[in-house]
């Protein structure tokens, strides 16, 4: 039998991602729309074992579309991962008449409304796929990685600049420790000339033969992009090997983009996918689906369970990587 949704709660966990706040205005003014109440957790899963809880209203989304992070605040739990923790946050959704819930964050965050929806299975839970790295299952893009491979570009588009102007081979790392979305499209659209990733072996053999043959064209500068999970090493170290092997730039320069990744004025499409997954999340637990991911694919809302989206490999596309390397050459 559908439970009957009357009170619903949201709560953003783990990394932050631009994009966020969109998706919690999407939610409260739906649920408004379907005459429920509406409740914010703060910080999370650690929010709900202290029983932070906020009740919404509409004007306190009003204004948050373009505001980077989330209102509702974030963290990492460790309380919830005993079971004494998720009792006690159980508890305190009873407390509050909570019907549902609304958990938007990536991996650990789905990892750990799996193991409470095992103990507690009258909790109904709907996730959002909210992380930058892009790496799960289910969806075609996360909210928020679209805005971080913007913010990547535009970095990388300055530091051209610079290195064109003194002869300069930059490695740039991006975020992304087991996963190359965010390298991949950076490397892309900022006209790299070479990229790392977790998913690809690598060697500085490679990686050598690479910068020789660009040499060969004239090419003065050149601008690695290195995934910071790459199978080669940290970003320092492989510029390290590559200048005790080449002598083609005037000097090797590292820049790690690290956290500006993360905030920001999320971008249109960031915004749009957040409002599109956010109003579609109120419906589902409405229509008495549970235990999803609300994501999309081919231009459609799409829901995957938790166990597959974070557990099923989300292959990077083989054709574009393939032309990642050929036009960096």
């Known amino acids: 039998m559908t439970k009957d949704i009357k009170r619903v709660a949201v709560f953003t966990s783990g990394g932050d991602a631009p994009g966020m706040n969109a998706a919690i205005r999407a939610i409260v003014r739906n649920?408004?729309?379907?005459?429920?109440?509406?409740?914010?957790?703060?910080?999370?899963?650690?929010?709900?074992?202290?029983?932070?809880?906020?009740?919404?209203?509409?004007?306190?989304?009003?204004?948050?579309?373009?505001?980077?992070?989330?209102?509702?605040?974030?963290?990492?739990?460790?309380?919830?991962?005993?079971?004494?923790?998720?009792?006690?946050?159980?508890?305190?959704?009873?407390?509050?008449?909570?019907?549902?819930?609304?958990?938007?964050?990536?991996?650990?965050?789905f990892t750990g409304a799996s193991?409470?929806?095992?103990?507690?299975?009258?909790?109904?839970?709907?996730?959002?796929?909210?992380?930058?790295?892009?790496d799960l299952y289910g969806t075609d893009f996360t909210i928020g990685f679209d805005t971080a491979v913007n913010t990547a570009v535009q970095a990388v588009d300055k530091i051209r600049d610079t290195a064109?102007?003194?002869?300069?081979?930059?490695?740039?790392e991006v975020m992304g420790r087991h996963s190359g979305f965010i390298a991949i499209h950076t490397a892309i659209a900022g006209?790299?000339?070479?990229?790392?990733i977790p998913e690809e072996e690598f060697s500085l053999e490679d990686v050598v033969k690479l910068l020789k043959r660009g040499a060969k064209r004239s090419k003065l500068f050149s601008?690695?992009?290195?995934?910071?999970?790459?199978?080669m090493g940290t970003v320092y170290d492989i510029a390290r090997k590559v200048e005790e092997q080449i002598d083609i730039y005037d000097d090797i320069k590292?820049?790690?983009?690290?956290?500006?990744?993360?905030?920001?004025?999320?971008?249109?499409?960031?915004?749009?996918?957040?409002?599109?997954?956010?109003?579609?999340?109120?419906?589902?637990?409405?229509?008495?689906k549970s235990g999803m991911m609300a994501g999309l694919r081919n231009n459609n809302v799409h829901y995957t369970p938790f166990s597959d989206a974070i557990s099923k490999n989300k292959a990077l596309n083989k054709d574009l990587l393939r032309m990642a390397h050929i036009l960096a050459q």
Do not use: C, W
């Not at 409740?39 to 306190?60: C, S, V, W």
């Not at 409470?116 to 930058?132: Q, V």
């Not at 064109?164 to 740039?172: G, K, Q, T, Y």
């Open 115 to 134: 193991k409470f929806m095992e103990e507690y299975p009258d909790m109904p839970i709907i996730g959002l796929p909210g992380t930058i790295d892009n």
């Open 223 to 231: 601008i690695v992009i290195v995934a910071e999970g790459n199978q």
């Open 191 to 196: 006209g790299a000339g070479g990229v790392l």
């Open 254 to 288: 590292v820049t790690v983009i690290g956290h500006l990744q993360r905030g920001g004025s999320p971008s249109s499409f960031d915004r749009v996918l957040a409002s599109v997954l956010g109003f579609s999340a109120v419906e589902a637990l409405m229509s008495g």
């Open 164 to 172: 064109d102007s003194h002869n300069r081979l930059f490695f740039v």
């Open 31 to 109: 649920a408004f729309n379907n005459d429920l109440h509406i409740y914010g957790i703060m910080r999370g899963y650690e929010g709900m074992i202290d029983g932070n809880f906020k009740r919404l209203e509409t004007t306190d989304v009003s204004n948050i579309i373009h505001r980077g992070g989330t209102i509702l605040k974030t963290a990492r739990s460790q309380r919830f991962m005993t079971p004494e923790g998720r009792k006690q946050a159980y508890e305190n959704l009873v407390d509050n008449d909570i019907d549902g819930l609304i958990a938007i964050g990536g991996n650990g965050t």
